[in-house]
């Protein structure tokens, strides 16, 4: 007597194979975050006018075209920090998520990046990484801060083991604030 194999057989198989086949083969792309400078731009009331200034609103009202006024121009700026600047950063877990890594969902996620300039420091990116799956991982971040689409600074940050399903909160430190930055982009690099 001869067996046959039936569609309804052949597909079993396949879903079979996939679900013995390896995890590796099953994650999606990495985790990224792209965030713009947030809006909470420092601020300055004219005494005399009463008219208030930020960098979002400094330059637009006609006038003169003194050297003042073209002192600083964050298009215009050239200067940039060569190679990877390498650090390790301090987590602070914030709680669990549930371990939902596979085929439509990485095991590192990052979410709710913001970027921010510290004053007379450095500018810094707070983001959130949760850990997806099932087992303690130790993620690799890689973080681009730039200036109108020009690299600023290029930076790799070493973040301590993560356990199974946590989600914790951490800070990147960009190029120091002399240096201009409107847009901060960070991606896992592994696992």
């Known amino acids: 007597m001869k067996a046959s194999c039936g569609s309804?057989?052949?597909?079993?198989?396949f879903l079979?194979?996939?679900?013995?086949?390896?995890?590796?083969?099953?994650?999606?792309?990495?985790?990224?975050?792209?965030?713009p400078a947030s809006a909470g731009a420092?601020?300055?009331r004219d005494p005399k006018t009463g008219q208030i200034w930020t960098p979002n609103n400094v330059g637009l009202v006609s006038g003169p075209n003194t050297p003042a006024d073209r002192a600083f121009d964050p298009l215009g700026q050239a200067v940039r920090v060569d190679g990877v600047v390498v650090q390790r950063a301090k987590i602070t877990p914030?709680?669990?998520v549930p371990i939902t890594s596979g085929p439509t969902v990485p095991v590192v996620n990052i979410d709710h990046a913001s970027l921010r300039a510290v004053p007379?420091?450095?500018w810094q990116v707070v983001l959130y990484l949760n850990n997806n799956s099932g087992r303690?991982?130790?993620?690799?971040i890689h973080c681009s801060f730039t200036n109108a689409g020009k690299p600023v600074e290029q930076t790799r940050v070493l973040v301590p083991a993560v356990g199974a399903g946590v989600?914790?909160?951490?800070?990147?430190y960009g190029p120091q604030t002399s240096l201009f930055v409107d847009r901060a982009t960070c991606r896992a690099e592994s696992p």
Do not use: C, N
């Open 8 to 13: 309804g057989t052949k597909a079993l198989i």
């Open 16 to 35: 079979l194979a996939l679900a013995i086949g390896s995890p590796a083969m099953a994650q999606v792309a990495r985790s990224s975050a792209d965030m």
């Open 42 to 44: 420092p601020e300055f």
């Open 94 to 96: 914030l709680g669990m």
């Open 120 to 122: 007379g420091q450095r």
């Open 136 to 140: 303690t991982i130790v993620p690799l």
């Open 167 to 172: 989600r914790v909160g951490l800070t990147v």
